[in-house]
Protein backbone atom coordinates (compact mmCIF):
# COMPACT_ATOMS: atom_id res chain seq x y z
CA UNK A 1 0.00 0.00 0.00
CA UNK A 2 1.62 3.12 -0.68
CA UNK A 3 1.77 6.17 1.25
CA UNK A 4 -0.83 8.07 -0.22
CA UNK A 5 -3.37 5.65 -0.08
CA UNK A 6 -2.52 4.84 3.24
CA UNK A 7 -3.16 8.73 3.77
CA UNK A 8 -6.35 8.53 2.18
CA UNK A 9 -7.91 5.52 4.59
CA UNK A 10 -7.04 7.06 7.50
CA UNK A 11 -8.32 10.57 6.53
CA UNK A 12 -11.48 8.65 5.70
CA UNK A 13 -11.37 6.42 8.54
CA UNK A 14 -11.26 9.18 11.37
CA UNK A 15 -13.99 11.20 9.20
CA UNK A 16 -16.42 8.07 9.69
CA UNK A 17 -15.35 7.95 13.51
CA UNK A 18 -16.38 11.70 14.00
CA UNK A 19 -19.52 11.12 12.42
CA UNK A 20 -20.53 8.22 14.34
CA UNK A 21 -19.79 10.03 17.18
CA UNK A 22 -21.61 12.84 16.56
CA UNK A 23 -24.56 10.97 15.40
CA UNK A 24 -24.59 8.97 18.62
CA UNK A 25 -23.99 11.96 20.56
CA UNK A 26 -26.88 13.57 18.52
CA UNK A 27 -29.37 10.65 18.77
CA UNK A 28 -28.39 10.43 22.69
CA UNK A 29 -29.20 14.16 23.11
CA UNK A 30 -32.54 13.65 21.11
CA UNK A 31 -33.56 11.09 23.37
CA UNK A 32 -32.90 12.33 26.82
CA UNK A 33 -34.69 16.03 25.15
CA UNK A 34 -37.40 14.08 23.84
CA UNK A 35 -38.02 12.34 27.62
CA UNK A 36 -38.05 15.66 29.51
CA UNK A 37 -40.40 17.03 26.85
CA UNK A 38 -42.49 14.15 27.68
CA UNK A 39 -41.92 14.55 31.52
CA UNK A 40 -43.21 18.16 31.45
CA UNK A 41 -46.01 17.33 29.26
CA UNK A 42 -46.97 14.25 31.82
CA UNK A 43 -46.79 16.96 34.46
CA UNK A 44 -48.98 19.02 33.02
CA UNK A 45 -51.27 16.22 32.22
CA UNK A 46 -51.62 15.27 35.95
CA UNK A 47 -52.96 19.05 36.50
CA UNK A 48 -55.50 18.95 33.61
CA UNK A 49 -56.43 15.46 34.87
CA UNK A 50 -57.38 16.71 38.44
CA UNK A 51 -58.70 19.84 36.66
CA UNK A 52 -61.38 17.72 34.77
CA UNK A 53 -62.01 15.27 37.80
CA UNK A 54 -62.35 18.29 40.06
CA UNK A 55 -64.95 19.93 37.20
CA UNK A 56 -66.54 16.63 37.03
CA UNK A 57 -67.27 16.06 40.69
CA UNK A 58 -68.47 19.80 41.03
CA UNK A 59 -71.32 18.83 38.81
CA UNK A 60 -72.16 15.97 40.61
CA UNK A 61 -72.30 17.67 43.81
CA UNK A 62 -74.53 20.44 42.03
CA UNK A 63 -76.55 17.83 40.78
CA UNK A 64 -76.96 16.41 44.41
CA UNK A 65 -77.87 20.11 45.46
CA UNK A 66 -80.83 20.30 42.81
CA UNK A 67 -81.84 17.03 42.57
CA UNK A 68 -81.00 15.88 39.26
CA UNK A 69 -78.82 13.67 40.39
CA UNK A 70 -80.69 10.93 42.47
CA UNK A 71 -78.89 7.55 42.21
CA UNK A 72 -75.44 6.44 43.08
CA UNK A 73 -74.77 5.62 39.59
CA UNK A 74 -74.67 8.63 37.98
CA UNK A 75 -71.26 9.29 40.30
CA UNK A 76 -68.34 8.27 38.30
CA UNK A 77 -65.30 6.73 40.53
CA UNK A 78 -62.48 9.06 40.39
CA UNK A 79 -59.07 7.70 38.39
CA UNK A 80 -56.20 9.08 37.72
CA UNK A 81 -53.83 7.39 35.49
CA UNK A 82 -51.32 10.20 34.68
CA UNK A 83 -50.59 10.61 38.48
CA UNK A 84 -50.01 6.82 38.84
CA UNK A 85 -47.70 6.68 35.62
CA UNK A 86 -45.55 10.06 37.24
CA UNK A 87 -45.22 8.08 40.38
CA UNK A 88 -44.04 5.16 39.39
CA UNK A 89 -40.45 6.05 37.40
CA UNK A 90 -38.33 8.37 39.06
CA UNK A 91 -38.90 12.38 37.53
CA UNK A 92 -37.15 15.96 38.48
CA UNK A 93 -41.15 16.65 39.97
CA UNK A 94 -41.51 18.04 43.56
CA UNK A 95 -42.49 14.87 44.84
CA UNK A 96 -43.67 16.03 48.32
CA UNK A 97 -46.76 17.81 45.75
CA UNK A 98 -47.19 14.73 43.93
CA UNK A 99 -47.95 13.24 47.28
CA UNK A 100 -50.38 15.62 48.48
CA UNK A 101 -52.24 15.50 45.18
CA UNK A 102 -52.30 11.67 45.33
CA UNK A 103 -53.68 12.19 48.95
CA UNK A 104 -56.36 14.87 47.33
CA UNK A 105 -57.49 12.13 45.23
CA UNK A 106 -57.81 9.77 47.87
CA UNK A 107 -60.37 12.11 50.27
CA UNK A 108 -62.15 12.59 46.92
CA UNK A 109 -62.57 9.10 46.38
CA UNK A 110 -63.40 8.30 49.62
CA UNK A 111 -66.02 10.95 50.14
CA UNK A 112 -67.79 10.07 46.33
CA UNK A 113 -67.96 6.51 47.95
CA UNK A 114 -69.97 7.94 51.05
CA UNK A 115 -72.37 10.00 49.12
CA UNK A 116 -73.25 7.25 47.16
CA UNK A 117 -74.01 5.04 49.53
CA UNK A 118 -75.68 7.67 50.94
CA UNK A 119 -77.92 8.16 47.71
CA UNK A 120 -78.92 4.33 48.01
CA UNK A 121 -80.31 4.89 51.26
CA UNK A 122 -77.21 4.33 53.55
CA UNK A 123 -76.19 7.35 55.34
CA UNK A 124 -77.66 11.55 55.04
CA UNK A 125 -77.27 12.91 51.81
CA UNK A 126 -76.47 16.42 52.55
CA UNK A 127 -73.83 15.92 55.46
CA UNK A 128 -71.76 13.63 52.85
CA UNK A 129 -72.58 16.46 50.36
CA UNK A 130 -70.56 19.39 52.63
CA UNK A 131 -67.67 17.44 53.16
CA UNK A 132 -67.59 16.66 50.10
CA UNK A 133 -67.37 20.39 49.20
CA UNK A 134 -64.55 20.88 51.41
CA UNK A 135 -62.39 18.18 49.94
CA UNK A 136 -63.21 19.74 46.63
CA UNK A 137 -62.31 23.35 47.97
CA UNK A 138 -58.65 22.11 49.09
CA UNK A 139 -57.78 19.93 45.81
CA UNK A 140 -58.58 23.22 43.58
CA UNK A 141 -56.16 24.75 46.10
CA UNK A 142 -53.49 22.08 45.65
CA UNK A 143 -54.37 22.28 41.97
CA UNK A 144 -53.49 25.89 41.90
CA UNK A 145 -50.33 25.61 43.68
CA UNK A 146 -49.48 23.39 41.29
CA UNK A 147 -50.20 25.29 38.39
CA UNK A 148 -48.86 28.49 39.58
CA UNK A 149 -46.52 27.86 41.92
CA UNK A 150 -44.35 24.71 40.97
CA UNK A 151 -46.07 22.59 43.07
CA UNK A 152 -44.63 24.27 46.36
CA UNK A 153 -46.46 23.93 49.74
CA UNK A 154 -48.33 26.72 50.74
CA UNK A 155 -46.12 27.94 53.40
CA UNK A 156 -43.50 28.05 51.08
CA UNK A 157 -44.86 29.77 48.21
CA UNK A 158 -44.17 33.42 47.27
CA UNK A 159 -46.60 36.20 48.31
CA UNK A 160 -49.64 36.35 45.94
CA UNK A 161 -52.14 39.07 45.33
CA UNK A 162 -55.43 37.30 45.99
CA UNK A 163 -56.71 38.68 42.66
CA UNK A 164 -54.41 36.23 41.23
CA UNK A 165 -56.15 33.56 42.19
CA UNK A 166 -59.47 34.88 41.39
CA UNK A 167 -57.89 35.62 38.06
CA UNK A 168 -56.75 32.06 37.68
CA UNK A 169 -60.02 30.20 38.41
CA UNK A 170 -61.43 32.37 36.17
CA UNK A 171 -59.47 31.03 33.61
CA UNK A 172 -59.67 27.76 34.10
CA UNK A 173 -63.61 27.77 34.82
CA UNK A 174 -63.95 27.80 38.09
CA UNK A 175 -67.15 30.44 38.35
CA UNK A 176 -68.00 31.19 41.59
CA UNK A 177 -71.22 29.97 41.58
CA UNK A 178 -70.49 26.77 40.46
CA UNK A 179 -71.63 24.95 44.07
CA UNK A 180 -75.31 26.33 45.29
CA UNK A 181 -75.18 28.66 48.47
CA UNK A 182 -70.85 29.08 48.15
CA UNK A 183 -68.62 31.44 46.82
CA UNK A 184 -66.34 29.14 44.93
CA UNK A 185 -63.63 31.94 44.63
CA UNK A 186 -63.47 33.49 48.23
CA UNK A 187 -63.63 29.73 49.65
CA UNK A 188 -60.19 28.96 47.76
CA UNK A 189 -58.84 31.94 48.86
CA UNK A 190 -59.91 31.49 52.79
CA UNK A 191 -58.71 27.54 52.50
CA UNK A 192 -55.12 28.69 50.88
CA UNK A 193 -55.10 31.62 53.76
CA UNK A 194 -55.65 28.64 56.46
CA UNK A 195 -52.94 26.54 54.89
CA UNK A 196 -50.31 29.10 55.39
CA UNK A 197 -49.82 31.03 52.04
CA UNK A 198 -49.17 34.73 52.23
CA UNK A 199 -51.91 36.26 50.01
CA UNK A 200 -52.49 40.41 50.14
CA UNK A 201 -54.53 42.20 50.42
CA UNK A 202 -54.88 41.00 54.09
CA UNK A 203 -58.32 40.48 55.41
CA UNK A 204 -59.92 43.89 56.98
CA UNK A 205 -59.70 43.78 60.55
CA UNK A 206 -61.50 47.06 61.29
CA UNK A 207 -64.80 49.17 59.45
CA UNK A 208 -64.10 52.16 58.22
CA UNK A 209 -65.39 54.04 60.98
CA UNK A 210 -63.47 51.63 63.58
CA UNK A 211 -60.12 52.41 61.55
CA UNK A 212 -60.48 56.34 61.68
CA UNK A 213 -61.75 56.71 64.75
CA UNK A 214 -58.85 54.68 65.95
CA UNK A 215 -56.53 56.88 64.01
CA UNK A 216 -57.96 60.71 64.49
CA UNK A 217 -60.50 62.41 66.64
CA UNK A 218 -61.23 66.09 67.11
CA UNK A 219 -60.80 66.35 70.41
CA UNK A 220 -57.60 64.28 70.56
CA UNK A 221 -54.22 64.77 72.21
CA UNK A 222 -51.54 65.28 69.51
CA UNK A 223 -48.70 64.17 71.81
CA UNK A 224 -50.66 60.83 72.57
CA UNK A 225 -50.17 57.73 70.57
CA UNK A 226 -51.98 57.66 67.19
CA UNK A 227 -53.86 60.65 68.37
CA UNK A 228 -56.15 59.16 71.18
CA UNK A 229 -58.20 61.28 73.06
CA UNK A 230 -57.15 61.30 77.23
CA UNK A 231 -59.42 59.78 79.39
CA UNK A 232 -61.07 61.91 81.84
CA UNK A 233 -60.50 61.76 85.15
CA UNK A 234 -62.28 60.02 87.73
CA UNK A 235 -63.42 62.65 89.43
CA UNK A 236 -64.56 65.12 86.22
CA UNK A 237 -66.50 61.69 84.82
CA UNK A 238 -68.43 61.18 88.51
CA UNK A 239 -69.56 64.85 88.64
CA UNK A 240 -70.59 64.44 84.73
CA UNK A 241 -72.07 61.22 85.66
CA UNK A 242 -73.84 62.99 89.10
CA UNK A 243 -77.42 63.46 88.89
CA UNK A 244 -78.16 67.27 89.35
CA UNK A 245 -79.65 68.50 93.27
CA UNK A 246 -83.15 68.85 93.55
CA UNK A 247 -82.87 72.73 94.98
CA UNK A 248 -80.35 73.55 91.54
CA UNK A 249 -83.30 72.07 89.66
CA UNK A 250 -86.18 73.73 91.18
CA UNK A 251 -83.96 77.46 90.90
CA UNK A 252 -83.32 76.60 87.35
CA UNK A 253 -86.68 75.55 86.16
CA UNK A 254 -88.10 78.99 88.08
CA UNK A 255 -85.21 80.90 85.69
CA UNK A 256 -86.32 79.31 82.66
CA UNK A 257 -90.21 80.17 83.48
CA UNK A 258 -89.10 83.99 84.28
CA UNK A 259 -87.40 83.90 81.30
CA UNK A 260 -90.22 82.21 79.12
CA UNK A 261 -93.03 84.58 80.70
CA UNK A 262 -90.59 88.08 79.71
CA UNK A 263 -90.15 86.29 76.30
CA UNK A 264 -94.25 86.04 75.86
CA UNK A 265 -94.82 89.38 77.74
CA UNK A 266 -95.75 92.73 74.26
CA UNK A 267 -93.09 95.14 74.46
CA UNK A 268 -94.49 98.43 75.24
CA UNK A 269 -95.16 101.23 72.77
CA UNK A 270 -92.95 104.73 72.95
CA UNK A 271 -94.66 107.48 71.41
CA UNK A 272 -92.18 109.67 69.54
CA UNK A 273 -91.93 112.85 71.03
CA UNK A 274 -93.05 116.54 68.85
CA UNK A 275 -90.33 118.36 67.40
CA UNK A 276 -89.44 121.22 68.76
CA UNK A 277 -88.87 124.24 66.31
CA UNK A 278 -85.81 126.51 66.78
CA UNK A 279 -87.10 130.05 67.76
CA UNK A 280 -86.43 133.17 65.46
CA UNK A 281 -84.06 135.28 65.34
CA UNK A 282 -84.75 139.19 66.72
CA UNK A 283 -84.74 141.74 64.16
CA UNK A 284 -81.82 144.08 64.94
CA UNK A 285 -82.53 147.92 66.46
CA UNK A 286 -82.05 150.20 63.54
CA UNK A 287 -80.94 153.28 66.51
CA UNK A 288 -78.44 151.41 67.63
CA UNK A 289 -76.88 150.73 64.49
CA UNK A 290 -76.88 154.68 64.03
CA UNK A 291 -74.89 155.20 66.98
CA UNK A 292 -72.43 152.68 66.71
CA UNK A 293 -71.57 154.06 62.79
CA UNK A 294 -71.39 157.61 64.35
CA UNK A 295 -68.70 156.46 66.88
CA UNK A 296 -64.76 157.34 65.62
CA UNK A 297 -62.64 154.49 64.47
CA UNK A 298 -59.62 153.81 66.39
CA UNK A 299 -56.42 151.98 65.25
CA UNK A 300 -56.38 148.45 66.53
CA UNK A 301 -54.02 147.70 69.40
CA UNK A 302 -52.03 144.00 68.63
CA UNK A 303 -52.01 142.07 71.85
CA UNK A 304 -49.94 138.74 72.36
CA UNK A 305 -51.48 135.83 73.36
CA UNK A 306 -49.33 132.54 74.15
CA UNK A 307 -52.96 130.84 73.58
CA UNK A 308 -53.97 130.74 70.04
CA UNK A 309 -57.05 132.29 69.08
CA UNK A 310 -60.67 131.13 69.39
CA UNK A 311 -63.17 132.32 67.53
CA UNK A 312 -66.83 131.60 69.16
CA UNK A 313 -69.94 131.56 67.11
CA UNK A 314 -71.67 134.52 68.07
CA UNK A 315 -75.26 134.40 69.58
CA UNK A 316 -78.02 136.08 67.51
CA UNK A 317 -80.81 135.45 69.77
CA UNK A 318 -80.20 138.10 71.76
CA UNK A 319 -80.50 140.64 69.20
CA UNK A 320 -76.81 142.25 69.37
CA UNK A 321 -74.57 142.89 66.99
CA UNK A 322 -71.46 140.68 67.68
CA UNK A 323 -68.24 142.87 68.52
CA UNK A 324 -65.85 143.53 65.76
CA UNK A 325 -62.74 142.14 66.44
CA UNK A 326 -59.70 144.47 66.25
CA UNK A 327 -61.81 147.58 68.02
CA UNK A 328 -60.83 148.61 71.46
CA UNK A 329 -64.01 149.97 73.13
Same mark, same amino acid.
Given at each position: ???????????? @?????????????? =????????????? %????? !? #????????????????????????????????????????????? *???????????? !? *???????????????????????? +?????????? @????????????? @???? $?????????? #???????????????????????? #????????????????????????? $????????? &????? $?? %?? %?????????????????????????? +???????????????????????????????????????????????? +???????????? =? @?? %??? &??????
Amino acid at each position: MSDATFQTFLTS @GLFVLTASIGYLAW =SAWRWLDRARDME %KAALV !G #VGYELRMNLMRMIQELAGVENGSVQSEIQLVPVVHPQLDGILIRP *NEADRESLTMMR !G *NYNELDAHKQTLRAALSGHGDVPA +AANVAVDAVI @GSIATLYLWEEHA @GAAP $KTARSTRSWH #VRDWMKANDFRSDLLPGLHLRDAV #VERLRALGMTLTPKPLTYTASEYYA $KLYDRKADP &NAPFW $KR %KA %KPAAVAEEAEAPPEPELEAASEEADM +AVSEADAAPEPVVEPEPAVEPALAAEPDPAMEAEQAALPEAEPVEVES +AEPETTEEPDLS =S @GE %KPP &NPGVVH
